[in-house]
């Protein structure tokens, strides 16, 4: 199987904010901009910074005032954006659990104005919805290594040769992710199965 090309949480953060800004949605953002940060980057050594092989993840960016001063904007992936479980230790329950949330970058400004909560609000669904654009564009960076695997072997199916799940000839196109989940679509064909295969 070819090397397949991976994004890491900077790459997306940094991608987001790149379509953003030429798209036209970050020019009022900008005026009023403190700082923008990947998660990690401040000692430069982007020690949270991973690569993400799972596309089952929401972006994340919520807008809130910070501790002290200012409006910030914290970006976050939730759910499953690797392709094996991260475990993290949360010392205040002194237990292991599965990551499910990760922040991979902020945004702040110095103002605290109903006007610039705002624009930041309006610069978080910008980023939603570039982030969403973009790794849609780019989903093969964000594919399990199993399923292109199981993209690899059904392109290596002859013409003439059945498919191994539903045995429709002439190259099944069924995206078959799992023999339990069939398409039904293949029941039309000839040669296709009515029923789902016991194990």
Same mark, same amino acid.
């Not at 397949?4 to 940094?14: A, M, V």
């Not at 290594?145 to 190259?171: F, L, Y």
């Given at each position: 199987?070819?090397?397949?090309? *991976?994004?890491?949480?900077?790459?997306?953060?940094?991608?987001?904010?790149?379509?953003?800004?030429?798209?036209? $949605?970050?020019?009022?953002?900008?005026?009023?901009?403190?700082?923008?940060?990947?998660? +990690?980057?401040?000692?430069?050594?982007?020690?949270?910074?991973?690569?993400?092989?799972?596309?089952?993840?929401?972006?994340?960016?919520?807008? /809130? #005032?910070? +501790?002290? =001063?200012?409006?910030?904007?914290?970006?976050?992936?939730?759910?499953?954006?690797?392709?094996?479980?991260?475990?993290?230790?949360?010392?205040?329950?002194?237990?292991?659990? @599965?990551?499910?949330?990760?922040? &991979? +970058?902020?945004?702040?400004?110095?103002?605290?104005?109903?006007?610039? #909560?705002?624009?930041?609000?309006?610069?978080?669904?910008?980023? &939603?919805? !570039?982030?969403? /654009? !973009?790794?849609?564009?780019?989903?093969?960076?964000?594919?399990?290594?199993? =399923?292109?695997? *199981?993209?690899?072997?059904?392109? /290596?199916?002859? %013409?003439?040769?059945?498919?191994?799940?539903? @045995?429709?000839?002439?190259?099944? %196109?069924?995206? $078959?992710?799992?023999?339990? /989940?069939?398409?039904?679509? !293949?029941?039309? #064909?000839? +040669?296709?199965? @009515?029923? &789902?295969?016991?194990?």
């Amino acid at each position: 199987m070819n090397i397949i090309k *991976r994004d890491t949480t900077r790459d997306l953060f940094l991608a987001a904010l790149n379509l953003v800004n030429e798209n036209g $949605h970050y020019d009022k953002a900008a005026e009023i901009m403190d700082y923008v940060l990947p998660e +990690g980057s401040i000692d430069n050594k982007y020690k949270d910074d991973i690569e993400l092989s799972n596309y089952r993840f929401d972006f994340d960016a919520i807008a /809130q #005032f910070g +501790g002290s =001063e200012g409006i910030y904007i914290d970006c976050y992936l939730s759910g499953e954006y690797t392709e094996t479980e991260l475990k993290r230790y949360n010392s205040g329950k002194g237990i292991v659990e @599965t990551e499910t949330r990760r922040n &991979i +970058g902020t945004f702040k400004t110095l103002n605290c104005d109903l006007e610039s #909560f705002k624009i930041m609000g309006e610069l978080c669904g910008a980023l &939603i919805f !570039y982030a969403s /654009q !973009y790794v849609n564009k780019n989903i093969d960076r964000y594919t399990p290594t199993r =399923e292109h695997e *199981r993209k690899e072997k059904r392109n /290596q199916v002859g %013409s003439n040769d059945p498919c191994e799940i539903c @045995t429709m000839k002439n190259d099944c %196109s069924n995206n $078959h992710t799992d023999v339990k /989940q069939m398409c039904e679509a !293949y029941t039309e #064909f000839e +040669g296709g199965r @009515t029923s &789902i295969p016991s194990d």
